[in-house]
């Protein structure tokens, strides 16, 4: 799930990361708080961080860089390392606590260049620390994965890239492929669980298909995809999970030459967290989750959740927009919802022609919806772009939405190409998926997937008239993928820490409230929890009580659960 930053930072961060990562860690002793790291990792952990202003026209003047040097494979720490592209604002104190380390969700968001670009909205918390902030890896300039060339050519396989491939969780999927006009004739696979006859053109295989029929072209155009992606971003891959992230951020404690880990993890940042707290529990300093993640729902249960609070947030987003006359979904809040639909459907039917001569389609819409509803402060303008939409036929407002988000390249042969740049264009989407199937145990065979469509697909539009359909295919994209690790599921309970605040916000449309009641049951004691009744992903970012709440821990460490008003926006009242 993406953090509170669901736009993601454009091609100056990029440049950002490029100085940041080519900054050398030199070796040198750290404290520990007496649990030693294993003498195979001591090369890694006898690391410091030597930090270096950020050359670049972008980079705020008091912006520092740096890298360091973790494990490819913490079992096998001999085959070799990547680096970790680091950035940090400097504590304006005297003396500060030692560092705090944000993440700002995804997974596949880079922490670099989001700290670049907002980094004052954190500077109260530099009253106290160190704020730092680092690219995981396979994201942004930490040997980013990628699902290559073969993602735009089509090769290997003759069908081209997966239809759908996601921009983000909250976002339902890339351009239908019959909006683009670009389908393309298909081959049946030769593996044994995708042996279904192919029926023709990629239409079939597009994620709006889908849930409309057979699932066999679709799920054999996700193993192909799968398959290009791990050629093409080599052994980081197989290592890209949750677990060895946490276990990265042990290592980037200790090269800080914190005693304790204190942390601020939004959105997956708080599955991140929750997950360093169960490897490393006495090295938890202050911890603070916003926008909690499940440790226990499988992709499946996870999408429809998803589509039920996107739905939820869209109905309260209707019944705003009703009390203005110029809503462009008319003035009853009872009838709105289904204009919604007619929209998508027409759209889907009769794309509106943009300069990019793609179309904006019924899908595009969805995304933009998705990306809105992030955030109450966007209401009005996701208004007035729906507006120009309809009345003008202009989509320029929507597409606003999208462009900054974890949105997927436009595929096929004409498909621009970035010039060649350090970051993949894919990397957000191709980490977002790495990182989810490599937590996820489950892989259905095509043949289950087949059998239980139907009731899939009627839970999923049950949930969500509008985003259903297309949750659904995201709900498959692990197909093709090795297994994931049970460590989330099994393991992640029971903490034996400090007392850590989760920040749940009730309006959430991406990381249910409800997640956080779960999470906070299954973390025991240690979990204390703030009920912040407004709107939006996370809290921090929106509400002025969760941001008290928060900097009085982590500055004051006052700690206190309780609940937080629903806030206006605007006036923070």
């Known amino acids: 799930m993406q953090g509170p930053c669901s736009i993601r930072v454009a091609a100056k961060a990029a440049a950002l990361a490029v100085l940041c990562a080519a900054l050398p860690a030199a070796p040198a002793a750290a404290k520990t708080d007496g649990a030693d790291p294993p003498h195979r990792l001591k090369r890694f ?21 740096s890298a360091v040097a973790v494990p490819l494979d913490y079992a096998r720490p001999g085959r070799g390392s990547i680096r970790l592209a680091l950035a940090r604002f400097r504590s304006t104190a005297d003396r500060p606590r030692g560092s705090l380390v944000l993440n700002f969700g995804g997974p596949g968001g880079e922490g670099v260049g989001r700290l670049a670009m907002a980094g004052k909205d954190f500077m109260p918390l530099a009253e106290e620390y160190d704020v730092v902030t680092f690219d995981p890896r396979g994201v942004g300039r930490s040997s980013p994965v990628t699902c290559g060339e073969a993602a735009y050519s089509g090769s290997p396989g003759p069908s081209g890239p997966p239809p759908g491939f996601p921009g983000s969780l909250g976002s339902p999927g890339s351009p239908r492929d019959d909006a683009r006009g670009e389908a393309r004739e298909g081959e049946a ?3 044994a669980r995708d042996d279904a006859e192919d029926d023709g053109p990629d239409a079939s295989a597009s994620p709006d298909r889908v849930a409309d029929g057979d699932p066999h072209p679709y799920l054999r155009r996700l193993r192909e995809v799968a398959e290009a992606c791990a050629a093409s971003s080599g052994p980081v891959l197989e290592h890209m999970g949750t677990v060895d992230a946490a276990r990265d951020m042990d290592v980037i404690r200790h090269a800080l030459g914190d005693r304790r880990l204190n942390y601020l993890g939004f959105s997956y940042g708080t599955r991140l967290g929750a997950v360093y707290a169960a490897q490393f529990p006495r090295r938890v300093g202050r911890f603070v989750l916003d ?26 987003f209707l019944a705003w927009c009703v009390r203005d006359i110029a809503c462009p979904f008319g003035r009853d809040a009872r009838t709105a919802p289904r204009q919604v639909e007619r929209l998508v459907d027409t759209l889907d039917a009769h794309p509106v022609p943009t300069a990019g001569g793609l179309g904006f389609s019924g899908q595009e819409l969805v995304a933009a919806l998705g990306q809105a509803l992030y955030s109450r402060a966007l209401w009005p303008p996701l208004e007035r772009a729906v507006s120009d939409l309809v009345e003008y036929g202009d989509p320029r407002g929507l597409q606003g939405f999208t462009q900054g988000a974890f949105a997927p390249p436009v595929f096929g042969p004409d498909a621009p190409r970035r010039p060649e740049q350090p970051v993949p264009l894919d990397n957000p989407p191709a980490a977002l998926l790495a990182v989810n199937c490599a937590d996820a145990p489950e892989r259905p065979s095509a043949e289950r997937i ?5 009731a899939m ?93 928060v900097e009085a821990f982590l500055v004051h460490g ?16």
């Open 45 to 65: 952990y006898d690391q410091r961080v030597v930090w270096h202003s950020c050359d670049a026209e972008e980079a705020p003047l008091d912006l520092q860089c």
């Open 189 to 191: 696979g030769n593996e």
């Open 291 to 316: 926008g909690v993640d499940t440790l226990t729902e499988p992709p499946v249960e996870q999408a429809r959740a998803g589509a039920a609070g996107q739905q939820a947030a869209l109905e309260r």
């Open 450 to 454: 087949a059998a239980g469509l139907d």
């Open 457 to 549: 697909r009627a839970s999923y539009e049950k949930a969500s008239p509008v985003f259903g359909r297309y949750r659904l295919a995201e709900a498959l994209m692990c197909y093709g993928r090795p297994a994931g690790t049970d460590f989330v599921r099994e393991k992640v309970r029971d903490l034996k820490t400090p007392r850590m605040l989760l920040v749940g916000t009730r309006g959430d449309p991406a990381t249910p409230y409800r997640w956080t009641v779960e999470t906070a049951r299954r973390l025991g004691s240690s979990a204390v929890v703030l009920d912040n009744r407004g709107e939006g992903h996370t809290g921090y970012g929106s509400s002025r009580c969760v941001q008290r709440t």
């Open 558 to 573: 006052e700690l206190k659960g309780g609940s937080c008003p629903a806030e206006d926006p605007e006036t923070g009242d």
